[in-house]
Nanobody, 125 residues
């Protein structure tokens, strides 16, 4: 089994930045593709970005391309999400996820194998 713990959420003004972290324990982190999803009240959980096992492939949703950057440090068993130029529509609970299949085809929450507890990101206008 894999345990995932997110941190780094908070309140920020539009145009600001936050960096989220996801620490993994249990099975070796490089056995899995890693990703981030988000969910706002009343909405379905949606795909944000995914990264391949070795970190060489990244796949962004259109809404965050050019503003968010995913990275991973397998030696530290940690994945990061750098969020720049934040917008009010980015407000959501952000969840870290792990997948045993490849990152390139990962777009739905039901394709995930493990989840973190989530961290709140609130962007004010």
């Amino acid at each position: 089994q894999v345990q995932l713990v997110e941190s780094g959420g908070g309140l920020v003004q539009a145009g600001g930045s936050l960096r989220l972290s996801c620490a993994a324990s249990g099975r070796t982190s490089d056995s899995y593709a890693m990703g981030w999803f988000r969910q706002a009240p009343g909405k379905e959980r949606e795909f944000v970005v995914a990264i391949s096992r070795g970190g060489g492939g990244t796949y962004y949703s259109d809404s965050v391309e050019g503003r968010f950057t995913i990275s991973r440090d397998n030696a530290k068993n940690t994945v990061y999400l750098q969020m720049n130029n934040l917008k009010p529509e980015d407000t959501a609970v952000y969840y870290c996820a792990a997948r045993g299949n490849i990152a390139a085809t990962w777009r739905r929450s039901e394709q995930s194998d493990y989840w973190g507890q989530g961290t709140q990101v609130t962007v004010s206008s």
